[in-house]
């Protein structure tokens, strides 16, 4: 059964700083992974998909990474800034045929101004 | 474009009280549906998923049940609520993309508060 680690539990920088949150999985053979992102008493928005094919994937500031072998997935967030202190969460994607998800716990990330 | 809708926002209900919520998708069609619980101070768990119509599957046992009456609307119901059942629940929706690719993707979500 696939178990899904996220590290820090919470982390606080200050803004302007470069910053990586991580992400580890116990089953290698997942068939996507997601970052999502999620705001207090909200719902969950999606980030970046990784696909089991790729290494990794970037949208604007953010730059997920893919490997496999290793089990593990590292978001990057580059020139931080307030407005993105959230809870970070990594799910990965089964094989099944409903493509479940399996979270991490996440992480707290706090910017600070 | 596609939206989900899940309604209520919030709930209070009393300990053997039921429940139903709802969620509906627009935009898309014969997605595969989830309903998620975040407990507080938890992570999200998958309650149910639901790759078509009538078609339930559960993940934890639970006081709970699903249903999918129609392709794009996907209900949580008890007949009897305890107060372990008090969370935020999500629902979610995703469809193949290209390269087989499934981006879930989350309602607002319901918090549900058992007193």
């Known amino acids: 059964k696939q178990e899904v680690t996220q590290i820090p539990a919470a982390l606080s920088v200050p803004e302007g700083e470069n910053l990586v949150l991580n992400c580890s999985f116990t089953?290698?053979?997942?068939?996507?992974l997601q970052w999502f992102r999620q705001d207090p008493g909200k719902g969950l928005t999606s980030l970046l998909l990784?696909?089991?094919?790729?290494r990794e994937q970037t949208s604007g500031r953010l730059n997920a990474s893919l490997d496999k072998s290793s089990g593990r997935s590292t978001l990057y967030i580059a020139a931080s800034q307030p407005g993105d202190s959230a809870t970070y969460l990594c799910?990965?994607?089964?094989?099944?045929?409903?493509?479940?998800?399996?979270f991490g716990s996440g992480t707290q990330l706090t910017v600070l101004p | 474009s596609q939206t989900i809708h899940q309604w209520p926002a919030t709930l209070v209900q009393p300990v053997g009280s039921p429940l139903s919520l709802e969620c509906t998708v627009e935009?898309?069609?014969?997605?595969?549906l989830y309903w998620y619980r975040q407990a507080a101070g938890r992570g999200l768990q998958l309650l149910f998923y639901?790759?078509?119509?009538?078609?339930i599957s559960s993940e934890v046992p639970q006081n709970l049940s699903a249903s999918r009456p129609q392709d794009r609307q996907f209900i949580l119901s008890s007949k009897k609520l305890l107060l372990s059942d008090s969370g935020f629940y999500l629902c979610?929706?995703?469809?193949?993309?290209?390269?087989?690719?499934?981006?879930?993707?989350f309602g607002p979500g319901t918090r549900l508060t058992v007193t």
């Open positions: 979610a929706w995703s469809v193949p993309r290209a390269r087989g690719s499934y981006e879930q993707y």
């Open positions: 089953d290698s053979a997942i068939y996507n």
């Open positions: 990784i696909q089991s094919s790729q």
């Open positions: 799910a990965g994607v089964s094989s099944g045929s409903a493509r479940q998800l399996t």
């Open positions: 935009g898309t069609s014969n997605p595969n």
């Open positions: 639901s790759v078509g119509i009538g078609q």
